[in-house]
């Protein structure tokens, strides 16, 4: 059995309520022609090739608060998180779990919808993005969330969120090439989880359950610029006092970059799989594709091909999975 715990799904209602808003008209057009994302039927149809293999589902791109008032947004996710509570509930044998999508305006909206879509609807976790509007996750008005999590024991998916309009070059006034999804997705995954483990987080929150998206960025290929480059922390910087932070700190500062979780999900069979593999180690690491933006059947080739023990390819499909959604997937 394998399953897939990164998978992205637009549910017919939600996608309805987006054309509503009339803002993105665009990229609900876009969504629509991708059948996988919202006709189940399809969606079957396409996991029927690889046997006994299960999505846990989740909204793709943009955050709900990017193109939202906080009205809007509210009732956004209210339709998502209720329209995917559903699908698990008429297909458990094939969607076991959803993540729960949140508004991210203001926060006592967002743990409000949070309670209510683990509580009561039976979400196996939250998905949040690497910045909010722009602002760091390590901001405080966010401790309340993680505070939430570590108690539920419920995991965080992390998703990276990024557009054209952040600028790769000054005299440019949008990244192009699409850089900003090829290269600044990762960076700003690697990004956020260093801010968050220099904030401490890990300190203060212990148990606190991770996903990384994209096996984690940039992290485990620059291990050694975090290791001992990083211990050198504000020997570059003259604006701001960085002196004091890693002696705050309980733990060496790579420690907690493998406190992470991270998923498979890099476009199929990727040279990344074995070091991200190799840093975050088979007890952390979940098999995912980005389905149906990914491909599943060279992600899975990809994994194969690791020549992993037989246990550790099973926690990798699903063993590591139930751990973290406390939940027989099996």
Not at 60 to 75: C, S, Y
Not at 101 to 121: C, V, Y
Not at 186 to 197: G, K
Request: charged share 25%; proline share 6%.
């Amino acid at each position: 059995m394998i399953v897939d715990i990164y998978t992205h799904i637009m549910p017919p209602q939600f996608l309805k309520s987006m054309e509503t808003l009339g803002g993105s008209s665009g990229l609900v057009k876009r969504m629509a022609a991708v059948q996988e994302l919202h006709n189940l039927d399809a969606r079957f149809r396409a996991m029927d090739e690889f046997g006994d293999y299960r999505h846990v589902i989740s909204l793709p791109n943009p955050p709900i608060e990017a193109v939202t008032t906080p009205a809007q947004g509210l009732d956004l996710a209210r339709v998502a998180n209720d329209a995917m509570a559903e699908m698990v509930h008429k297909h458990p044998d094939r969607l076991p779990a959803f993540v729960a999508a949140l508004p991210f305006h203001e926060m006592e909206s967002t743990m409000a919808e949070m309670k209510r879509a683990i509580e009561t609807l039976g979400a196996r976790g939250i998905q949040i993005y690497t910045n909010v509007n722009g602002r760091p996750l390590d901001d405080p008005q966010f401790e309340p969330l993680f505070i939430a999590m570590e108690k539920y024991d419920l995991p965080i998916w992390l998703h990276p969120a990024r557009t054209a309009s952040l600028k790769d070059y000054a005299n440019e006034q949008v990244s192009r090439l699409e850089m900003w999804w090829c290269f600044g997705w990762p960076y700003e995954t690697s990004v956020a989880m260093a801010r968050l483990a220099l904030s401490g987080m890990f300190d203060r929150h212990p148990k606190i359950k991770i996903i990384t998206h994209h096996l984690g960025g940039m992290i485990p290929y620059f291990d050694k610029r975090i290791e001992d480059g990083m211990a050198a922390l504000g020997t570059r910087t003259q604006s701001e006092d960085y002196s004091g932070i890693l002696a705050k700190l309980k733990r060496p500062l790579i420690d907690y970059f493998h406190m992470f979780n991270a998923d498979t999900a890099l476009f199929g069979e990727s040279r990344g799989l074995a070091c991200g593999l190799d840093f975050f180690g088979a007890d952390k690491v979940l098999f995912a594709t980005d389905a149906p933006f990914g491909p599943v059947a060279k992600t899975r080739d990809g994994v194969a091909h690791l020549n992993l023990e037989k246990a550790q390819l099973e926690a990798i499909h699903h063993g590591n999975a139930e751990k973290l959604l406390n939940m027989r997937l099996a």
